[in-house]
């Protein structure tokens, strides 16, 4: 198997600088800067826009306390987008294809809600352990479980985001390689594979906009199991 | 008007290391440059009322040439 074709994962630098710091700031140019206009620009206003839907969106199933975390979730919702997005530009580094920005994402955040819920009505969220009307016999399986299942919420958070988006990235590159090294001996058969690209450009794009979605309405969810 | 206060855009070729030399190179100084360059890019292309895909299209193409030249070394085998 071709190895070569995981560099472009790895974590490019020049001159000690690595890159990854930058594709994760410069997102923050491309927001609306504070402006003191009802109606500002047409950019601020279709992020304004799609900022309120994710809001709502996001929102409405917590109840008042839960809304204490809204700029923190919105701000990772659109954080993950524009990260996501940013990188199916050509030559861009996606830092979300790495595990330690995903996970270093996922566990402080589920930590959150954990130690929230545990200290704030600590019987229901043990009670959460044991779904109801499950025989007796079952109950000490079940809260094992259960418990195995809150354990392993953070990890399946971060791995899930970094898988998806790194198998996106690989196929493409797959691809690619495979329509431009048939392009001399058999154009018909590239010309199928570059359909086949163009289909996989938008699956990613819808790919990295659901991956993003789904991370933050998990960490809502359960937000709204411990609140 | 005087030489060091006059906009880059508007100072001739034969001045340009004269303008240089009035330059401040501190790190205040440098930073207020970058300020004032991205205000007047945004004021310019972005915080238009009828703006367009212009404004963003050239930071984002700004980001590809830049992972190009980061990259460069990686994929120029």
């Not at chain 1, 140019?29 to 799609?50: G, K, V």
């Not at chain 1, 809600?113 to 779904?131: A, D, Y």
């Not at chain 2, 404004?55 to 980001?63: N, Q, T």
Request: with cysteine; glycine share 6%.
């Amino acid at each position: 198997m071709n190895l070569a074709f995981f560099d472009q994962f790895s974590s490019p630098s020049l001159l000690g600088i690595p890159l990854i710091l930058i594709s994760m700031t410069f997102p923050a140019l491309l927001l609306p800067s504070l402006s003191n206009r009802w109606i500002p620009d047409r950019l601020a206003t279709l992020q304004l826009w799609l900022i309120n839907l994710i809001t709502k969106q996001l929102m409405t199933p917590l109840d008042k306390k839960g809304h204490k975390w809204a700029l923190i979730l919105t701000s990772l919702m659109i954080f993950l987008l524009l990260v996501n997005l940013l990188g199916l530009l050509p030559y861009t580094f996606t830092p979300t294809t790495q595990l330690s920005v995903s996970l270093a994402l996922a566990f402080p955040l589920w930590l959150a809600t954990l130690l929230m819920g545990m200290r704030n009505q600590p019987s229901v969220s043990l009670s959460h352990l044991l779904p109801e009307g499950t025989p007796t016999l079952l109950i000490p399986a079940l809260v094992l479980i259960e418990t195995t299942s809150i354990l392993i919420r953070p990890l399946a958070l971060g791995v899930r985001l970094t898988a998806n988006l790194t198998a996106g990235h690989l196929l493409i590159q797959l691809i690619a390689t495979a329509t431009t090294a048939l392009l001399p001996t058999m154009p018909g058969v590239s010309l199928l594979t570059l359909t086949i690209l163009l289909l996989l450009t938008i699956l990613e794009v819808a790919v990295a906009v659901i991956q993003a979605y789904v991370f933050v309405l998990l960490l809502s969810l359960y937000l709204q199991e411990n609140t | 008007g005087p030489l060091s206060e006059r906009p880059l855009m508007e100072v001739r070729l034969g001045e340009l290391h004269t303008w240089i030399s009035t330059c401040n190179f501190s790190p205040q100084g440098l930073l207020g440059a970058v300020q004032k360059a991205w205000s007047s890019y945004c004021a310019k292309y972005i915080h238009v009322r009828q703006g367009g895909p212009a404004g963003i299209s050239m930071l984002l193409a700004g980001y590809c040439l830049l992972s190009y030249g980061w990259n460069y070394q990686h994929f120029s085998k």
